[in-house]
Protein backbone atom coordinates (compact mmCIF):
# COMPACT_ATOMS: atom_id res chain seq x y z
CA UNK A 1 0.00 0.00 0.00
CA UNK A 2 2.90 2.23 -0.64
CA UNK A 3 3.80 5.39 1.88
CA UNK A 4 0.66 6.18 1.84
CA UNK A 5 -1.77 6.03 5.65
CA UNK A 6 -4.15 3.00 6.12
CA UNK A 7 -7.40 3.85 6.67
CA UNK A 8 -9.59 2.05 9.32
CA UNK A 9 -11.71 0.19 7.08
CA UNK A 10 -8.13 -1.42 5.48
CA UNK A 11 -7.16 -2.07 8.69
CA UNK A 12 -10.60 -3.96 9.93
CA UNK A 13 -10.22 -5.86 6.76
CA UNK A 14 -6.63 -7.12 7.21
CA UNK A 15 -7.72 -7.85 10.75
CA UNK A 16 -11.07 -9.60 9.80
CA UNK A 17 -13.09 -7.35 11.96
CA UNK A 18 -15.47 -4.20 12.09
CA UNK A 19 -14.67 -0.36 11.82
CA UNK A 20 -15.77 -0.05 15.55
CA UNK A 21 -13.73 -3.31 16.81
CA UNK A 22 -10.69 -1.43 15.62
CA UNK A 23 -11.65 2.05 16.84
CA UNK A 24 -11.98 -0.05 19.96
CA UNK A 25 -8.87 -1.51 20.36
CA UNK A 26 -6.68 1.97 18.97
CA UNK A 27 -8.05 4.04 21.86
CA UNK A 28 -7.69 1.10 24.76
CA UNK A 29 -11.19 0.91 25.60
CA UNK A 30 -14.39 -1.34 25.27
CA UNK A 31 -15.14 -5.33 24.96
CA UNK A 32 -12.84 -6.47 22.83
CA UNK A 33 -11.82 -10.53 23.23
CA UNK A 34 -7.98 -10.47 24.15
CA UNK A 35 -7.46 -12.88 20.28
CA UNK A 36 -9.28 -10.10 18.48
CA UNK A 37 -7.29 -7.47 20.14
CA UNK A 38 -3.93 -8.97 19.66
CA UNK A 39 -5.11 -9.74 15.80
CA UNK A 40 -6.31 -6.16 15.44
CA UNK A 41 -2.77 -4.70 17.36
CA UNK A 42 -0.78 -6.89 14.85
CA UNK A 43 -1.94 -5.01 11.98
CA UNK A 44 -1.79 -1.56 13.15
CA UNK A 45 2.00 -2.19 14.57
CA UNK A 46 2.76 -3.96 11.08
CA UNK A 47 1.18 -1.01 8.62
CA UNK A 48 2.05 1.81 11.19
CA UNK A 49 -1.88 2.96 11.35
CA UNK A 50 -2.51 5.88 13.37
CA UNK A 51 -6.24 7.18 14.28
CA UNK A 52 -7.52 10.21 12.20
CA UNK A 53 -8.21 13.14 13.62
CA UNK A 54 -11.79 12.43 12.94
CA UNK A 55 -11.75 8.74 13.99
CA UNK A 56 -10.36 9.86 16.96
CA UNK A 57 -13.41 12.71 17.72
CA UNK A 58 -15.72 9.73 16.84
CA UNK A 59 -13.89 7.41 18.92
CA UNK A 60 -13.60 10.12 22.33
CA UNK A 61 -17.19 10.61 21.55
CA UNK A 62 -16.82 14.43 21.16
CA UNK A 63 -20.44 14.58 19.24
CA UNK A 64 -20.13 10.92 17.92
CA UNK A 65 -22.21 11.82 14.82
CA UNK A 66 -21.49 13.62 11.42
CA UNK A 67 -24.35 15.41 9.38
CA UNK A 68 -25.12 15.14 5.90
CA UNK A 69 -26.70 18.27 3.87
CA UNK A 70 -29.10 17.58 0.52
CA UNK A 71 -31.32 19.76 -0.78
CA UNK A 72 -33.94 17.82 -0.55
CA UNK A 73 -34.89 14.39 0.67
CA UNK A 74 -37.56 13.32 -1.63
CA UNK A 75 -37.10 10.39 -4.25
CA UNK A 76 -34.55 7.25 -4.30
CA UNK A 77 -31.52 9.09 -5.49
CA UNK A 78 -31.68 11.03 -2.16
CA UNK A 79 -33.13 7.80 -0.07
CA UNK A 80 -29.97 5.46 -1.99
CA UNK A 81 -27.56 7.96 -0.65
CA UNK A 82 -28.64 8.45 2.70
CA UNK A 83 -28.67 4.62 3.03
CA UNK A 84 -25.29 4.49 1.80
CA UNK A 85 -23.80 7.39 4.22
CA UNK A 86 -25.65 5.90 7.18
CA UNK A 87 -24.86 2.50 7.09
CA UNK A 88 -20.48 3.38 6.81
CA UNK A 89 -21.53 5.99 9.72
CA UNK A 90 -22.95 3.64 11.71
CA UNK A 91 -20.32 1.17 11.21
CA UNK A 92 -17.86 3.45 12.99
CA UNK A 93 -20.37 3.86 16.12
CA UNK A 94 -21.40 7.32 15.06
CA UNK A 95 -24.68 8.70 14.46
CA UNK A 96 -26.11 10.82 11.33
CA UNK A 97 -27.39 14.10 11.01
CA UNK A 98 -29.64 14.87 7.81
CA UNK A 99 -30.46 18.41 6.86
CA UNK A 100 -32.41 18.95 3.88
CA UNK A 101 -32.11 22.98 3.02
CA UNK A 102 -35.12 22.93 0.42
CA UNK A 103 -33.43 26.10 -1.06
CA UNK A 104 -34.54 27.62 2.15
CA UNK A 105 -33.32 31.17 2.43
CA UNK A 106 -31.41 31.02 5.29
CA UNK A 107 -29.96 27.45 4.76
CA UNK A 108 -26.37 28.29 4.43
CA UNK A 109 -27.12 29.71 8.35
CA UNK A 110 -28.48 26.89 9.60
CA UNK A 111 -25.64 24.50 8.03
CA UNK A 112 -22.96 27.02 9.24
CA UNK A 113 -24.57 26.30 12.71
CA UNK A 114 -24.20 22.11 12.10
CA UNK A 115 -20.66 22.70 12.72
CA UNK A 116 -20.76 23.13 15.99
CA UNK A 117 -22.96 19.78 17.08
CA UNK A 118 -21.12 17.57 14.75
CA UNK A 119 -17.41 15.98 13.81
CA UNK A 120 -17.84 16.03 10.62
CA UNK A 121 -20.07 17.27 7.56
CA UNK A 122 -20.83 16.36 4.11
CA UNK A 123 -22.55 18.51 1.41
CA UNK A 124 -23.90 17.76 -1.33
CA UNK A 125 -22.97 19.85 -4.38
CA UNK A 126 -24.38 23.59 -5.07
CA UNK A 127 -26.95 23.29 -1.83
CA UNK A 128 -24.60 25.81 -0.05
CA UNK A 129 -22.63 28.68 -1.78
CA UNK A 130 -19.08 28.44 -2.44
CA UNK A 131 -18.00 31.28 0.33
CA UNK A 132 -20.43 29.22 3.29
CA UNK A 133 -18.76 25.86 2.30
CA UNK A 134 -14.99 27.34 2.80
CA UNK A 135 -16.34 28.76 6.00
CA UNK A 136 -17.74 25.26 7.31
CA UNK A 137 -14.66 23.62 6.28
CA UNK A 138 -13.02 25.87 8.71
CA UNK A 139 -14.81 24.82 11.42
CA UNK A 140 -15.19 21.15 10.52
CA UNK A 141 -14.25 18.52 8.20
CA UNK A 142 -16.08 18.52 4.87
CA UNK A 143 -16.61 16.42 1.78
CA UNK A 144 -18.53 17.99 -1.23
CA UNK A 145 -20.86 14.68 -2.34
CA UNK A 146 -22.15 14.56 -5.66
CA UNK A 147 -19.60 18.04 -6.89
CA UNK A 148 -16.40 19.25 -7.38
CA UNK A 149 -13.51 20.00 -5.23
CA UNK A 150 -13.02 23.36 -4.12
CA UNK A 151 -9.88 25.00 -2.08
CA UNK A 152 -8.93 21.86 -0.67
CA UNK A 153 -12.00 20.52 0.46
CA UNK A 154 -12.44 16.92 -0.99
CA UNK A 155 -15.34 15.72 -3.28
CA UNK A 156 -17.19 12.22 -4.41
CA UNK A 157 -18.45 12.49 -7.75
CA UNK A 158 -19.86 9.90 -10.23
CA UNK A 159 -18.62 10.23 -14.19
CA UNK A 160 -21.04 11.91 -15.83
CA UNK A 161 -19.33 11.68 -19.31
CA UNK A 162 -21.50 8.25 -20.50
CA UNK A 163 -24.47 11.06 -21.38
CA UNK A 164 -22.43 11.67 -24.18
CA UNK A 165 -22.10 8.29 -25.27
CA UNK A 166 -25.81 8.34 -24.95
CA UNK A 167 -26.24 11.19 -27.16
CA UNK A 168 -23.99 9.50 -29.69
CA UNK A 169 -25.71 6.91 -29.63
CA UNK A 170 -29.20 8.65 -30.69
CA UNK A 171 -27.40 11.05 -32.91
CA UNK A 172 -25.82 8.14 -34.92
CA UNK A 173 -26.89 4.97 -34.08
CA UNK A 174 -30.34 5.60 -34.31
CA UNK A 175 -30.13 8.79 -36.73
CA UNK A 176 -32.31 11.25 -34.38
CA UNK A 177 -31.96 15.14 -34.83
CA UNK A 178 -33.75 17.82 -32.94
CA UNK A 179 -32.35 16.45 -29.61
CA UNK A 180 -33.50 18.45 -25.87
CA UNK A 181 -31.72 18.35 -22.98
CA UNK A 182 -34.43 18.64 -19.88
CA UNK A 183 -32.83 19.96 -16.43
CA UNK A 184 -31.38 23.02 -15.26
CA UNK A 185 -27.51 23.03 -15.32
CA UNK A 186 -27.32 25.93 -12.65
CA UNK A 187 -29.10 23.87 -10.09
CA UNK A 188 -26.65 21.11 -9.70
CA UNK A 189 -22.36 20.27 -10.56
CA UNK A 190 -24.17 17.19 -12.28
CA UNK A 191 -26.31 18.43 -14.73
CA UNK A 192 -23.67 20.81 -15.46
CA UNK A 193 -21.74 17.74 -16.71
CA UNK A 194 -24.08 16.08 -18.15
CA UNK A 195 -25.18 19.62 -20.35
CA UNK A 196 -21.37 19.85 -21.38
CA UNK A 197 -21.30 16.46 -22.17
CA UNK A 198 -24.83 16.56 -24.33
CA UNK A 199 -23.54 19.37 -26.45
CA UNK A 200 -19.87 18.14 -26.79
CA UNK A 201 -21.49 15.28 -28.46
CA UNK A 202 -23.44 16.65 -31.04
CA UNK A 203 -20.03 18.94 -31.82
CA UNK A 204 -18.51 15.25 -31.92
CA UNK A 205 -21.18 14.28 -34.30
CA UNK A 206 -20.69 17.41 -36.48
CA UNK A 207 -23.67 18.71 -35.68
CA UNK A 208 -24.76 22.29 -34.03
CA UNK A 209 -25.86 21.42 -30.29
CA UNK A 210 -28.77 23.09 -29.13
CA UNK A 211 -28.11 26.59 -27.46
CA UNK A 212 -30.17 25.99 -24.63
CA UNK A 213 -31.69 23.06 -22.22
CA UNK A 214 -35.16 23.12 -21.41
CA UNK A 215 -34.34 24.20 -17.32
CA UNK A 216 -37.31 22.60 -14.74
CA UNK A 217 -36.75 20.47 -12.07
CA UNK A 218 -35.61 17.07 -11.17
CA UNK A 219 -38.74 15.40 -10.05
CA UNK A 220 -41.47 13.50 -11.72
CA UNK A 221 -43.63 16.38 -12.20
CA UNK A 222 -41.31 18.35 -13.82
CA UNK A 223 -40.80 15.98 -16.63
CA UNK A 224 -44.85 15.81 -16.67
CA UNK A 225 -44.80 19.76 -17.47
CA UNK A 226 -41.68 19.17 -19.53
CA UNK A 227 -43.52 16.88 -22.31
CA UNK A 228 -46.65 18.96 -22.08
CA UNK A 229 -44.53 22.35 -23.56
CA UNK A 230 -42.03 20.07 -25.55
CA UNK A 231 -44.53 17.78 -27.26
CA UNK A 232 -47.03 20.74 -27.84
CA UNK A 233 -44.70 22.55 -29.68
CA UNK A 234 -44.72 23.38 -33.71
CA UNK A 235 -41.46 21.21 -33.76
CA UNK A 236 -41.28 18.66 -31.14
CA UNK A 237 -37.94 17.56 -30.17
CA UNK A 238 -37.37 13.58 -31.53
CA UNK A 239 -35.49 12.76 -28.76
CA UNK A 240 -35.33 13.97 -25.34
CA UNK A 241 -32.46 13.01 -22.98
CA UNK A 242 -32.94 13.91 -19.72
CA UNK A 243 -30.66 14.30 -16.08
CA UNK A 244 -32.39 12.16 -13.99
CA UNK A 245 -34.70 9.23 -14.03
CA UNK A 246 -37.54 10.72 -12.18
CA UNK A 247 -37.56 13.36 -14.72
CA UNK A 248 -37.60 10.95 -17.67
CA UNK A 249 -40.03 9.21 -16.12
CA UNK A 250 -42.12 12.09 -15.75
CA UNK A 251 -41.56 13.17 -19.60
CA UNK A 252 -42.99 9.30 -20.47
CA UNK A 253 -45.89 10.16 -18.79
CA UNK A 254 -46.68 12.97 -20.48
CA UNK A 255 -45.94 11.48 -23.89
CA UNK A 256 -47.82 8.32 -23.77
CA UNK A 257 -51.10 10.67 -22.32
CA UNK A 258 -51.02 12.25 -25.15
CA UNK A 259 -50.74 9.32 -27.54
CA UNK A 260 -47.51 8.99 -28.50
CA UNK A 261 -45.39 6.04 -29.52
CA UNK A 262 -42.05 5.20 -27.30
CA UNK A 263 -39.68 5.18 -29.22
CA UNK A 264 -42.00 5.66 -32.31
CA UNK A 265 -42.24 9.03 -32.14
CA UNK A 266 -40.01 10.06 -29.51
CA UNK A 267 -37.13 8.44 -27.58
CA UNK A 268 -36.75 9.19 -24.35
CA UNK A 269 -33.18 8.70 -21.71
CA UNK A 270 -32.22 9.26 -18.19
CA UNK A 271 -29.39 8.93 -15.74
CA UNK A 272 -29.56 7.00 -12.16
CA UNK A 273 -31.20 3.70 -13.30
CA UNK A 274 -33.76 4.08 -10.19
CA UNK A 275 -35.49 0.70 -9.96
CA UNK A 276 -38.86 2.13 -11.77
CA UNK A 277 -36.53 2.54 -14.87
CA UNK A 278 -36.77 -1.08 -15.79
CA UNK A 279 -39.99 -1.56 -14.74
CA UNK A 280 -41.68 0.82 -17.04
CA UNK A 281 -42.96 -0.12 -20.61
CA UNK A 282 -41.09 1.03 -22.71
CA UNK A 283 -38.06 0.48 -20.43
CA UNK A 284 -35.93 3.03 -19.87
CA UNK A 285 -32.88 3.68 -21.70
CA UNK A 286 -30.13 5.63 -18.76
CA UNK A 287 -27.02 5.72 -17.07
CA UNK A 288 -26.46 3.67 -13.80
CA UNK A 289 -24.71 5.09 -11.11
CA UNK A 290 -23.60 3.83 -7.65
CA UNK A 291 -25.77 6.48 -5.67
CA UNK A 292 -25.58 4.29 -2.51
CA UNK A 293 -21.97 3.91 -3.40
CA UNK A 294 -21.58 7.21 -3.67
CA UNK A 295 -23.27 8.10 0.11
CA UNK A 296 -21.01 5.00 1.53
CA UNK A 297 -17.54 6.28 -0.02
CA UNK A 298 -18.25 10.10 1.35
CA UNK A 299 -19.18 8.71 4.82
CA UNK A 300 -15.72 6.62 4.65
CA UNK A 301 -13.53 9.35 3.52
CA UNK A 302 -14.84 11.66 6.28
CA UNK A 303 -14.26 8.77 9.07
CA UNK A 304 -11.15 7.68 7.48
CA UNK A 305 -9.25 11.41 7.65
CA UNK A 306 -9.12 13.84 5.12
CA UNK A 307 -5.50 15.02 4.81
CA UNK A 308 -2.22 12.64 4.91
CA UNK A 309 -0.10 11.31 1.92
CA UNK A 310 -2.13 9.85 -0.56
CA UNK A 311 -5.42 11.53 0.41
CA UNK A 312 -8.43 11.55 -2.02
CA UNK A 313 -9.14 14.83 -3.46
CA UNK A 314 -11.66 13.97 -5.98
CA UNK A 315 -12.75 10.24 -6.24
CA UNK A 316 -14.97 9.71 -9.45
CA UNK A 317 -16.88 7.07 -9.31
CA UNK A 318 -17.90 4.56 -12.35
CA UNK A 319 -21.10 4.68 -14.15
CA UNK A 320 -22.06 2.72 -16.99
CA UNK A 321 -24.64 3.33 -19.87
CA UNK A 322 -28.05 0.91 -20.06
CA UNK A 323 -29.71 0.47 -23.34
CA UNK A 324 -33.42 -0.23 -23.13
CA UNK A 325 -36.22 0.04 -25.13
CA UNK A 326 -36.98 3.67 -25.19
CA UNK A 327 -34.51 5.33 -26.79
CA UNK A 328 -35.29 2.85 -30.05
CA UNK A 329 -32.98 0.30 -29.31
CA UNK A 330 -34.87 -3.45 -30.26
CA UNK A 331 -35.72 -5.81 -27.02
Known amino acids: MGNRRLTAREVAKLADV ?12 GQVSPETRARVLRVIEEHGYRPSQMGRALAEQRHGSVAIVLPGLAGPYFSELIQGFE ?6 GASV ?11 DEHVLGIAARVDAVAVHGDTIGADTLRELAARAPVVVLAGRPLDGIPAVRADNSPIGELTRHLLVDHGYRRLTFVGDPEGSP ?40 LLGARRPPRAIVCANDETAL ?9 GLSVPGDLAITGFDDVPM ?6 RLTTVRQPVRELGATTARLLISGLGG ?23
Open 277 to 282: SSLVQP
Open 97 to 107: HIFGTHHRADA
Open 250 to 258: GVLIGALGR
Open 18 to 29: SVATVSRVSRGT
Open 309 to 331: PGAVMDAVLATETVMRESCGCPL
Open 190 to 229: DVTDRWEAFRDAHRDARLAPPRNPFRIGLQQSDGVLAAGE
Open 87 to 92: SEVMDA
